[in-house]
Nanobody, 116 residues
Framework: QVQLVESGGGLVQPGGSLRLSCAASGSILNINVMGWYRQAPGKGRELVATIRTSGVTYYSDSLKGRFTISRDNAKNTVYLQMNSLKPEDTAVYYC??????????WGQGTQVTVSS
């Protein structure tokens, strides 16, 4: 089992920045990829970015250039740096991990609200 705990969400003005963190614990040795998804009110969950243990990253085309995913292996933590935030970035952001062949794990989510 893998446990994921997100932090760093909150209220920010348009154009501002936030950094989300996701700390993984438990059976972390078999984690292949970690990432971030988000779900806006009334919408489905969408992929934001992923990062593999090799360091290879993937971004949603619509977010590339404003969001950056990174990881600190020593801390078993993945980060999402979000810049130039827009009201449409308002959503609950979820940390996700895939372990082994296809064991999926999710964090509890952290709210990001972009509003003046």
């Amino acid at each position: 089992q893998v446990q994921l705990v997100e932090s760093g969400g909150g209220l920010v003005q348009p154009g501002g920045s936030l950094r989300l963190s996701c700390a993984a614990s438990g059976s972390i040795l078999n984690i292949n990829v970690m990432g971030w998804y988000r779900q806006a009110p009334g919408k489905g969950r969408e992929l934001v970015a992923t990062i593999r243990t090799s360091g290879v990253t993937y971004y949603s085309d619509s977010l590339k250039g404003r969001f950056t995913i990174s990881r600190d292996n020593a801390k078993n933590t993945v980060y999402l740096q979000m810049n130039s935030l827009k009201p449409e970035d308002t959503a609950v952001y979820y940390c996700h991990a895939i372990s082994g062949v296809n064991d999926n794990y999710w964090g509890q989510g952290t709210q990001v609200t972009v509003s003046s």
